[in-house]
């Protein structure tokens, strides 16, 4: 969703039946009100594909609702957008990398305060699974057989401002729905799906570099790591295609119109520390049986510099400490994968923001497809995001969108937090069944999910010693604003509680609807293989 060419949303489908679906999220836009005071020409961009397979037509409604409130919600005086800019042509401003480079060049207003940087990126088709990359020197290991996506299983997403490297994201694997197993997605989706987070850079250290009425080049880029097959790897441009991306700068102004102005950013930035390794086991006639593969990235970021404004001269920085694994196995000719990832990493603002997070990740999948013969998928995941925020940046901390009238005691609607701490996990089994003969799919998927949200006071606030490669989390009990505790069985809802302020309540049980079929058979999916009805991967 576009206004004009800012995105301000970026959501996805919920998992097809032959009956229809129907969902509603609700997001909060209070970031964004300096562009409601203007007129804004409205792009909402779903793609959707209808044919003599895929019958189903979308019915959009958007609605927006507009409150006053006391708040500490802060939103930036001004949004500027980097993006491909085609809202003059009705579309969408999404830029499509590596097709396409995600650059504008832009005038910024000469006495900014703070300015923060938000990157919205997803992999698409041969890039939405990128997690499950290998790297490049496996990609013809099984031979022709079987289609290897490379560039390694490793992604960032970089800013560069007039060259300079301003900061990096490495994004959460984000699973859509009828990724992986249909079966999983039924009717809970993945994490992030209906909301695709965006990741922040605090760009503030390079205010008196853009403040002086020049142009200035923002770039975003999606890098990968290409290797030459003996362990050595590099960070590289050249990965699948593609990755939609989208930029905004976020700024704050003061009050005083008088310039911003203090010292040039000074930037540490070294290339990130990458340690590769594969081995492929050999069978009968030196035919690859096995390749075992593992990647460790760590990358660590320091900038600053002296800021002036109308309240005096600070200094003013951005750090990050990043570190990545991810290790698996790729058998039967490439069409059986295990595999293991994590992701965590410390971002720290001196305005105070904090952000400690962790991604972990597995996959066990199956794929059998014989020719002429029915198609199989059989597969088990577990994943999460553990995200410890104190303070906040463009984006108002999670303790402040949430609906403390839900709570059962006036003491937790007057209080006041530094920081929210979220636990967001799922893990699940599924199978699926495609019957070219029939021209149907069959399935059955589990899916169990467990979300938290707690609000960080005073005493269990977590502090990242500055200049260091670590952080240290006070480990005081967080307070518990929300829980929901969900397990999905065969498109029904099982198991459902539901907490507010620790108090638990709304425990269901559902019993199988007559439409579903037990463990002992399959639940029909679709009218096509899995080729199509997967399709982005």
């Not at 992986?180 to 987070?197: E, Q, S």
Request: hydrophobic share 35%; aromatic share 10%; with cysteine.
């Amino acid at each position: 969703m576009f206004f004009n060419d800012t995105e301000i949303f970026r959501t996805s489908t919920a998992e097809p039946t032959q009956n229809g679906i129907i969902w509603t999220y609700v997001k909060d836009m209070s970031n964004y009100v300096s562009l409601f005071k203007s007129p804004q020409q409205i792009i909402f961009d779903l793609g959707n594909l209808i044919d003599d397979t895929y019958t189903g037509s979308w019915n959009t409604t958007l609605t927006a609702t507009f409150s006053t409130a006391d708040d500490t919600i802060e939103p930036a005086d001004l949004i500027i957008p980097v993006s491909a800019r085609r809202s003059a042509e009705g579309a969408s401003s999404g830029f499509v990398v590596p097709e396409t480079k995600a650059v504008n060049n832009l005038f910024l207003p000469q006495n900014a305060k703070k300015a923060v940087f938000s990157i919205s990126a997803c992999g698409q088709a041969a890039e939405e699974f990128w997690w499950s990359n290998v790297l490049t020197s496996d990609t013809q290991v099984f031979g022709n057989e079987t289609t290897l996506y490379g560039h390694s299983a490793f992604r960032e997403l970089q800013l560069f401002i007039d060259g300079y490297m301003a900061g990096v994201a490495w994004p959460f694997p984000v699973i859509f729905t009828g990724g992986v197993v249909p079966g999983f997605w039924r009717p809970i989706v993945g994490i992030d799906a209906f909301d695709l987070r965006e990741d922040e850079i605090d760009i503030t250290p390079f205010i008196p570099l853009i403040s002086d009425n020049k142009t200035h080049t923002f770039e975003i880029r999606v890098v990968g790591i290409d290797d030459d097959g003996r362990g050595n790897g590099n960070v590289t441009m050249n990965i699948e295609s593609n990755w939609v991306v989208t930029g905004k700068i976020f700024i704050w102004l003061d009050a005083n119109t008088s310039l911003s102005v203090g010292t040039l950013p000074n930037i540490s930035a070294p290339e990130p520390t990458i340690q590769l390794h594969s081995t492929t086991q050999h069978g009968i006639n030196s035919t690859a049986q096995s390749v075992d593969y593992s990647i460790e990235v760590s990358r660590t970021l320091y900038i600053e510099s002296n800021l002036r404004t109308s309240a005096g001269t600070k200094m003013v920085s951005w750090k990050q400490d990043l570190t990545f694994s991810n290790s698996g196995t790729l058998s039967n000719k490439g069409n059986d994968q295990t595999m293991r990832q994590t992701t965590k990493g410390n971002c720290h603002s001196s305005s105070g923001y904090t952000r400690t997070f962790e991604y972990p990740l597995w996959v066990i999948s199956s794929y059998n497809a014989p020719s002429g013969g029915n198609l199989t998928i059989d597969a088990r995941m577990g994943r999460g995001k553990y995200v410890q925020e104190v303070g906040d940046l463009a984006f108002p901390n999670d303790w402040k969108t949430f609906d403390f009238a839900r709570l059962p005691t006036l003491p937790y609607n007057n209080r006041t937090f530094r920081g929210s701490h979220v636990n967001n996990w799922q893990n699940g089994t599924a199978s699926y069944l495609s019957v070219p003969a029939q021209k149907r799919s069959y399935g059955l998927g589990n899916t169990e999910q467990l979300y938290s949200l707690s609000g960080i006071s005073d005493d269990s606030v977590a502090v990242l010693q500055d200049g260091t490669n670590s952080a240290t989390v006070a480990q005081q009990p967080n307070t518990e604003l929300y829980m929901r505790h969900i397990v999905a069985k065969n498109d029904s809802i099982v198991y459902d509680v539901e907490g507010f302020g620790g108090q638990e309540g709304g425990q269901s049980t559902y019993s199988i609807s007559s439409q579903q079929i037990s463990d002992e058979g399959m639940h029909e999916f679709a009218l096509e293989g899995v080729r199509a009805l997967l399709g982005r991967g």
